[in-house]
């Protein structure tokens, strides 16, 4: 059997690897799996263990309050030195570009382990957008033995990186595998803050911004922007979901508090977080995630950043950068809202990300590859 080590951090990689983790799961003569997590970010990452029972074989518990990049790079490097040592796995698995899954990479590199990195080649080319991700996937790249790739675009950036080809594997993504697996049309919502919200009536506009690079001034247009949205489409309600960061719930409630039709909501459980998708008219975000899960259910997205490292969804016509400046975002939201034709066009075009086989394409490779 080939001894699998699966490591990561926050809920993003969570969603994006649990369909992995299931699937090696479901190969036990094939696999011996064992899941490693940092939890950079407690809270959100416990939420996804639960919905997809995964129960960790190893814990570092690493967050704490006011955490740093410096933190989170030492504790996590730090935590897992003696799991290594104990395990000697065969593959180290990481998914796409948090400080974890640099961090892990660099772990198993220390210990000669091989690295298969999922959700490999994105790329901006600008190292401090998305900060520090950009360089996360770019140093993971640098030491990973199989990039999985979940784009043709992905896998010509690897390859210009000067990656072997026959290292490279285009699978599509694990996001669209773990949102088949979650989304369901009849959902009733019990969370706090969504009881009032008109899902029969109005359309829906979600919106969501987390991003370091988004902090202070960038986010206050962004709220700007959503209350002039509000305030002139009395057909519309918005639904925030507000990250749990201080900086973020300050300046978001600072802007948004008491705007009619605006709901402030706390961070929802990946389950229901899909059924919001769902239901909802429109995005606005800064997550690279919701990029690829959106379309998926014929969403449009707007997308809050002034660079995205998932350039096929703006060529498919299923996501627009728009930036953050209050009029640049108001202007696209308002073409949606108005333009029926344009709407459509968004919403109807094909998610190139993947059609929810990338998990099993992957354990494919590493059965037949790496045993």
Same mark, same amino acid.
């Given at each position: 059997?080939?001894?699998?080590?699966?490591?990561?951090?926050?809920?993003?990689?969570?969603?994006?690897?649990?369909?992995? @983790?299931?699937?090696?799961?479901?190969?036990?003569?094939?696999?011996? !799996?064992?899941?490693?997590?940092?939890?950079?970010?407690?809270?959100?990452?416990?939420?996804?263990?639960?919905?997809? #029972?995964?129960?960790?074989?190893?814990?570092?518990?690493?967050?704490?309050?006011?955490?740093?990049?410096?933190?989170?790079?030492?504790?996590?490097?730090?935590?897992?030195?003696?799991?290594?040592?104990?395990?000697?796995?065969?593959?180290?698995?990481?998914?796409?570009?948090?400080?974890?899954?640099?961090?892990?990479?660099?772990?198993?590199?220390?210990?000669?382990?091989?690295?298969?990195?999922? +959700?490999?080649?994105?790329? !901006?080319?600008?190292?401090?957008?998305?900060?520090?991700?950009?360089?996360?996937?770019?140093?993971?790249?640098?030491?990973?033995?199989?990039?999985?790739?979940?784009?043709?675009?992905?896998?010509?950036?690897?390859?210009?990186?000067?990656?072997?080809?026959?290292?490279?594997?285009?699978?599509?993504?694990?996001?669209?595998?773990?949102?088949?697996?979650?989304?369901?049309?009849?959902?009733?919502?019990?969370?706090?803050?969504?009881?009032?919200?008109?899902?029969?009536?109005?359309?829906?506009?979600?919106?969501?911004?987390?991003?370091?690079?988004?902090?202070?001034?960038?986010? =206050?247009?962004?709220?700007?922007?959503? #209350?002039? $949205?509000? +305030?002139?489409?009395?057909?519309?309600?918005? $639904?925030?979901?507000?990250?749990?960061?201080?900086?973020?719930?300050?300046?978001?409630?600072?802007?948004?508090?008491?705007?009619?039709?605006?709901?402030?909501?706390?961070?929802?459980?990946?389950?229901?977080? $899909?059924?919001?998708?769902?239901?909802?008219?429109?995005?606005?975000?800064?997550?690279?995630?919701?990029?690829?899960?959106?379309?998926?259910?014929?969403?449009?997205?707007? @997308?809050?950043?002034?660079?995205?490292?998932?350039?096929?969804?703006?060529?498919?016509?299923?996501? =627009?950068? $728009?930036?953050?400046?209050? =009029?640049?975002?108001?202007?696209?939201?308002?073409?949606?809202?108005?333009?029926?034709?344009?709407?459509?066009?968004?919403? =109807?075009?094909?998610?190139?990300?993947?059609?929810?086989?990338? !998990?099993?394409?992957?354990?494919?490779?590493?059965?037949?590859?790496?045993?």
């Amino acid at each position: 059997m080939l001894k699998v080590m699966s490591v990561f951090g926050t809920r993003p990689e969570a969603i994006k690897l649990a369909p992995v @983790v299931k699937e090696l799961e479901r190969r036990p003569g094939k696999f011996k !799996s064992i899941v490693v997590v940092t939890a950079q970010h407690r809270e959100m990452l416990d939420q996804v263990l639960n919905l997809f #029972k995964i129960e960790p074989n190893y814990d570092l518990d690493i967050m704490k309050h006011g955490q740093d990049l410096f933190d989170i790079t030492a504790k996590a490097l730090l935590g897992l030195k003696p799991v290594l040592e104990e395990e000697k796995p065969d593959m180290l698995i990481v998914q796409g570009d948090t400080t974890t899954t640099f961090v892990a990479a660099l772990a198993a590199f220390y210990y000669k382990i091989r690295v298969g990195h999922v +959700e490999a080649g994105l790329r !901006s080319f600008d190292k401090y957008h998305p900060f520090p991700e950009e360089i996360n996937r770019a140093l993971t790249t640098v030491v990973a033995d199989y990039h999985f790739a979940p784009t043709q675009t992905a896998k010509g950036n690897l390859l210009k990186a000067g990656i072997p080809e026959q290292r490279i594997f285009v699978t599509g993504n694990t996001v669209i595998d773990a949102l088949i697996q979650t989304v369901r049309p009849n959902y009733t919502f019990s969370q706090l803050g969504l009881e009032s919200v008109d899902f029969a009536n109005k359309r829906i506009i979600l919106v969501t911004s987390h991003r370091r690079e988004n902090w202070g001034e960038p986010l =206050r247009q962004i709220c700007w922007a959503i #209350k002039e $949205v509000a +305030e002139n489409n009395p057909d519309v309600e918005v $639904v925030f979901s507000v990250h749990l960061n201080p900086l973020v719930q300050q300046t978001t409630r600072e802007v948004l508090g008491g705007t009619e039709r605006v709901h402030l909501i706390m961070p929802l459980d990946y389950e229901p977080f $899909v059924q919001l998708i769902n239901k909802s008219y429109l995005i606005l975000t800064d997550s690279g995630g919701i990029q690829e899960e959106a379309p998926s259910l014929g969403k449009p997205v707007l @997308v809050l950043r002034d660079v995205t490292e998932r350039p096929e969804g703006v060529e498919a016509g299923t996501v =627009r950068v $728009v930036g953050r400046d209050t =009029r640049a975002i108001v202007e696209a939201a308002q073409i949606l809202l108005n333009n029926g034709e344009e709407y459509s066009r968004m919403a =109807r075009a094909i998610n190139p990300y993947g059609d929810g086989r990338a !998990s099993i394409r992957i354990a494919d490779i590493l059965e037949q590859g790496c045993s």
